[in-house]
């Protein structure tokens, strides 16, 4: 065992994975979306009878996909939040994202797109299904991240990470087996052979942040390992800090003492270094949620999460009277066209798409 491991079990509690995944605070909430969609019909919806299904608020998975709140699309048309973050990852699929602030995008294939919506941002994120030859599955983290009292009523905040940004590590243990880490919000330190610390540090997370904020220890990691890899978690710096491990996919793994057979939300010290082994046949992959608790009240309704009732109460006749600056497009759930490629258009115009593309027109 790596030396950095504590003779402590740093396991602290182990969760069966439902559909909605148990968080701490400084987290509020992620979900975990994994459909199969099928071929596009030639207007960004699915090849597919939608008999059977509740549109509007279809949550089903029958046939392997769900179409939410989408009626035609898939996905989620305008709603509100106020309050707190959304940091949505997307592993596999476009999303098409619109919002109050006038900014549209389209992002997937490990982008991120960090929303701080503050004072409150109305947004809509739907699934086109483009390929109409084939199928067009879709794969994202969607993580609610709680803003502390002085910046819930900050002004809102789009960012995009773009997936050719995001740091990553990609470490051998003492037999070869990789192990790939994606860096989206904290500093990792890993160990290289030479037992030198090897530092990867984030893109810069949204000013108003609680991750923006010094000693706040917000990490989020995406971790991948080929069978019979081992790799050590390192601790993380702050006393205070909470971690979870989501084992999401995968047969089997082992946690320094701990056999864990099932996907599941593991608690973990996080003062302590931990050794992590894929016991199974196929890779083994985790998402990593860690943070300060700003440890301050929470209440929340629906979308909108402050720190007391009567701030919830100002927030729905806020909401009634403004619609938070209004919808500023003609259609109910904006799709951004049948061209693939990523991009994003920021409030006030600023046009951006990821590195590649931008790297292949300037050549």
């Excluded at 602290?12 to 909605?20: A, V």
């Excluded at 098409?96 to 109305?122: E, I, K, N, P, Y």
């Excluded at 390192?234 to 979870?244: E, I, L, V």
Aim: negative net charge.
């Amino acid at each position: 065992m790596n030396d950095a491991v504590s003779s402590a079990n740093p396991v602290l509690q182990i969760r069966p994975l439902g559909n909605f995944w148990v968080t701490m605070d400084p987290f509020l909430f992620c979900a975990y979306h994994d459909d199969a969609y099928p071929a596009g019909n030639g207007r960004m919806g699915p090849a597919a009878s939608l008999d059977g299904r509740d549109i509007g608020q279809d949550f089903s998975r029958k046939d392997g996909w769900s179409m939410y709140h989408g009626s035609s699309v898939p996905g989620f048309p305008p709603h509100p939040h106020r309050g707190f973050e959304t940091v949505t990852i997307v592993r596999r699929g476009l999303i098409d994202h619109a919002d109050s602030l006038g900014a549209t995008a389209r992002f997937g294939r490990g982008d991120v797109q960090w929303l701080t919506a503050g004072s409150g941002v109305v947004h809509s994120e739907m699934f086109p299904l483009l390929d109409e030859a084939a199928p067009n599955p879709l794969e994202l983290f969607q993580i609610w991240l709680n803003l502390p009292a002085k910046s819930k009523m900050a002004d809102p905040h789009f960012t995009m990470l773009w997936s050719g940004d995001i740091p990553r590590l990609t470490s051998r243990d003492v037999r070869g087996r990789v192990t790939q880490v994606a860096v989206v919000a904290g500093t990792l330190q890993d160990l290289d052979g030479t037992g030198e610390p090897n530092n990867l540090n984030p893109l810069s997370p949204p000013p108003d942040s609680w991750a923006a904020q010094a000693g706040s220890d917000v990490a989020i990691w995406t971790l991948q390992m080929q069978p019979g890899a081992t790799w050590t978690l390192p601790a993380a710096a702050g006393q205070d800090t909470r971690r979870n491990l989501y084992f999401f996919k995968g047969e089997s793994i082992f946690l320094n003492r701990d056999s864990v057979n099932a996907h599941a939300a593991i608690e973990l010290r996080a003062s302590d270094a931990v050794e992590i082994t894929n016991t199974g046949a196929d890779v083994a992959e985790f998402l990593l949620l860690q943070g300060r608790p700003i440890a301050e009240p929470v209440v929340q309704h629906g979308p909108f999460v402050m720190n007391t009732p009567a701030e919830i109460a100002q927030t729905l006749d806020e909401y009634r009277r403004t619609q938070f600056g209004g919808w500023p497009f003609a259609s109910e759930a904006p799709v951004h066209g049948s061209d693939s490629a990523r991009f994003a258009r920021h409030p006030g115009g600023r046009f951006e798409q990821p590195p590649e593309i931008e790297a292949k027109y300037a050549d």
